[in-house]
T-cell receptor, first 115, second 115 residues
Framework: AQSVTQLDSQVPVFEEAPVELRCNYS??????LFWYVQYPNQGLQLLLKYLSGSTLVKGINGFEAEFNKSQTSFHLRKPSVHISDTAEYFC?????????????FGAGTRLFVKA | DVKVTQSSRYLVKRTGEKVFLECVQD?????MFWYRQDPGLGLRLIYFSYDVKMKEKGDIPEGYSVSREKKERFSLILESASTNQTSMYLCASSFGLAGIADTQYFGPGTRLTVL
């Protein structure tokens, strides 16, 4: 069963507009949730993570995400995007099993910010 | 800053060749991972290691093997490269014992083309 689903493969948006990138996770996985960003020709880097505590998590570059247990969602938001936010964004969850815990990544959402 | 380096950014090999991808991290991390990244599929875990000389299969280990002789180095081996192994390969590392949800730090990736 899919553990994490990113609902949009591509999101085009104009500069300075708000954006939301959607992520839903399976209720069968643990609630350790991450968003990573991959800029062109680079590896992934952590934007933010939720392990416990406040459901609103703030990350780098003005991004934030809200953990919603009833909706099993962890959507990423930014109130005003810049051209430099153009990148691919990955939602990820931690899943336990034999051999320890593994990070399961979504398929990714490509954010295009247009001038 | 954590640094994860991969031996090559781009690699072109022929079908049937043995291919070595090297990854080195400089932060004394316990855990190391190899992923492949394909459009629309996100990142898929090939192998991971929680300690020297220890390895665990990920979700798609077929056609691959790994070696971890030293803590800082984790090698991915394609025993006999095939065209369906053309992909972007990402190495990652994280600090902490197995079972702890921790941030992964990624290398820049190796884009492998098998002809």
């Amino acid at each position: 069963a899919q553990s994490v689903t990113q609902l949009d493969s591509q999101v085009p948006v104009f500069e300075e507009a708000p954006v939301e990138l959607r992520c839903n996770y399976s209720s069968s996985v643990s609630v350790y949730l991450f968003w990573y960003v991959q800029y062109p020709n680079q590896g992934l880097q952590l934007l933010l993570k939720y392990l416990s505590g406040s459901t609103l998590v703030k990350g780098i570059n003005g991004f934030e995400a809200e953990f919603n247990k009833s909706q099993t969602s962890f959507h990423l938001r930014k109130p005003s995007v810049h051209i430099s936010d153009t990148a691919e964004y990955f939602c990820a969850v931690i899943k336990g099993g034999t051999g320890g815990f593994k990070t399961i990544f979504g398929a990714g959402t490509r954010l295009f910010v247009k001038a | 800053d954590v640094k994860v380096t991969q031996s090559s950014r781009y690699l072109v090999k022929r079908t049937g060749e043995k291919v070595f991808l090297e990854c080195v991290q400089d932060m004394d991390h316990e855990n190391m991972f190899w992923y492949r990244q394909d459009p629309g599929l996100g990142l898929r875990l090939i192998y991971f290691s929680y300690d020297v000389k220890m390895k665990e299969k990920g979700d798609i280990p077929e056609g691959y093997s790994v070696s971890r002789e030293k803590k800082e180095r984790f090698s991915l081996i394609l025993e006999s490269a095939s065209t369906n192994q053309t992909s972007m390969y990402l190495c990652a590392s994280s600090f902490g014992l197995a079972g702890i949800a921790d941030t992964q730090y990624f290398g820049p990736g190796t884009r492998l083309t098998v002809l």
